[in-house]
């Protein structure tokens, strides 16, 4: 090649590169090899993107040099604002300031309300603890919303994504949450009211005899544990023949771990619900895919907590093809109970979860014998549906929604210092229910996309033991057939060996 024909080369390149640097910046495209698409935007996202007529500004306060794992959450949310802000239009534009620099960037992050997060690392031999920042700050207008703490172990993009659309969603429907028979509060169910907030106005609601329904695009009802007058239930019936939509989390049976016993519970709601042919059984649902308890053991004088599996808290895999359950993985409920329909054609019957392929019911009153050894003969059941959706028209009116879930315990988080984090997908089925029913069920296509819980098949026992037998022998077999060819292969040099004509 002569220089001539370099030089042009070299400008060919050169315009090659200027080409892809515009067309990248105009158009992007990700290849995402992952199950769940958890590096693809959803379409939610975009829609929110597309549809944003102010300027959004970012600031990410996130720490750096820090352990390599903190340093990873930092480029991976830098990528993720990369690209909302081409999607956007470069209407998203974004910032990173490093709080740890300076005296002052830390006191901005802090008034801003982004959380520190203390971390040891190892510097010059020595563990030194660390304030690390990983916060940020959405603002619109004069409108700001606050993520103090991105959790490497949540989807950033569910995240960012809610952050925007509560800035965006100006008039939020108010959904309500029916008190005055034992409910759970809204303060005993932090997870469930925050996800809700983003696109409903969650309110408690007194029911009295003059309450007015009409004005909640949908209505919770969660663990009720006294008597409902039954004028209260007609208000629920009227707010259905309306066309109004409402949510049902239910005992139908309780558990007293003072006595090691479980007991039925009536306060009303099943009779009512059964006037629509919907049976929420007093029995409780054992599944050989379940949660575990504490118990406590003794061992000599040493007393000690050991994790025993507990079938009557199942962990429901087994979900319908439904908007409601997309993507969920794992649904962890507390003394469930099997839910049935047998109402008229006016009302459609989608159940929507299920037990696994061991499951079984005892009858209300039990005892619970913690202790018991189970075996595949006691789940002779499979797929008992513990949740449905029914739509149609109640009682002859406007066409409506109810959801039913037999376990009233399953979204609550509880008060003040007996506060615990619940499952996400425990979250997600009343978040997604309410969406649904109130027709916008545009997050929980994200919602599904978020980090999942994957719990181990169950095996059979013979399945078990044929594997371990396997384990043991195959490896033994292994050297014993290397052992035999590698003698097999010096016999045959031996034999040659001892041949006249061998050289």
């Not at 009779?271 to 007093?282: A, E, N, P, T």
Request: hydrophobic share 40%.
């Amino acid at each position: 090649m002569n220089r001539k024909n370099l030089k042009y080369y070299l400008l060919l390149v050169f315009g090659i590169l200027v080409l892809v640097n515009i067309l990248s910046d105009r158009f992007f495209m990700r290849l995402d090899f992952t199950e769940d698409e958890r590096y693809t935007l959803s379409q939610t996202t975009i829609d929110i993107l597309n549809e944003m007529e102010e300027p959004v500004t970012i600031k990410a306060y996130f720490s750096e040099g820090l352990q390599p794992q903190f340093d990873q959450v930092r480029r991976d949310f830098k990528d993720l604002l990369s690209e909302y802000a081409t999607r956007s239009h470069n209407l998203l534009v974004y910032e990173f300031i490093n709080p740890n620099e300076d005296e002052d960037s830390e006191r901005k992050a802090s008034e801003a309300g982004i959380q520190p997060l203390v971390v040891s690392s190892r510097e010059k031999d020595q563990t030194v603890q660390k304030r690390a920042y990983m916060g940020v700050v959405i603002q619109i207008g004069e409108e700001s919303e606050v993520i103090p703490f991105v959790n490497p172990q949540a989807q950033m993009e569910y995240t960012l994504t809610t952050a925007l659309k509560k800035l965006v969603v100006q008039d939020k429907p108010a959904i309500g949450f029916i008190s005055g028979h034992g409910e759970a509060s809204l303060s005993s169910m932090q997870q469930v009211a925050e996800g809700l907030s983003v696109l409903f106005q969650p309110e408690l609601v007194e029911m009295t005899d003059s309450v007015v329904l009409s004005k909640y695009k949908s209505i919770v009802i969660v663990n009720p544990t006294d008597s409902i007058p039954e004028t209260h239930l007609q208000l629920l019936s009227s707010y259905l023949q309306q066309g109004g939509n409402i949510f049902v989390a239910i005992n139908a049976v309780r558990a007293d771990f003072q006595q090691s016993m479980g007991f039925a519970q009536s306060t009303g709601l099943e009779s009512w619900l059964k006037k629509y042919g919907i049976s929420v059984d007093q029995n409780f649902v054992l599944d050989a895919n379940c949660g575990s308890v504490s118990v406590q053991q003794q061992q000599g004088p040493f007393r000690f907590n050991t994790q025993v599996q507990f079938p009557y808290l199942p962990i429901i895999s087994e979900f319908a093809e439904h908007s409601i359950v997309d993507g969920m993985s794992g649904l962890l409920l507390q003394f469930a109970s099997t839910l049935n329909y047998s109402g008229d054609s006016l009302i459609t019957y989608t159940p929507l979860a299920f037990t696994s392929g061991k499951s079984a019911t005892e009858r209300a009153p039990i005892y619970f014998n913690v202790q018991k050894q189970w075996t595949d003969n006691d789940f002779p059941l499979q797929k008992l549906s513990v949740a449905g959706l029914f739509e149609g028209s109640f009682n002859g009116g406007v066409p409506a929604k109810m959801v039913v879930v037999t376990d009233g315990d399953f979204p609550i988080n509880g008060e003040d210092q007996q506060a615990r984090a619940i499952q996400p997908d425990n979250v997600n089925m009343v978040v997604n229910a309410v969406d649904f029913m109130s027709d916008d069920s545009g997050l929980i296509q994200l919602r599904a996309k978020q980090i999942k819980l994957r719990p181990i098949d169950q095996l059979e026992d013979s399945t078990k033991t044929l594997l371990k037998i396997v384990n043991f022998s195959v490896p033994l077999l292994l050297i014993l057939l290397i052992g035999i060819f590698r003698w097999q292969k010096r016999r045959i040099v031996r034999l040659k060996r001892m041949e006249g004509d061998y050289v």
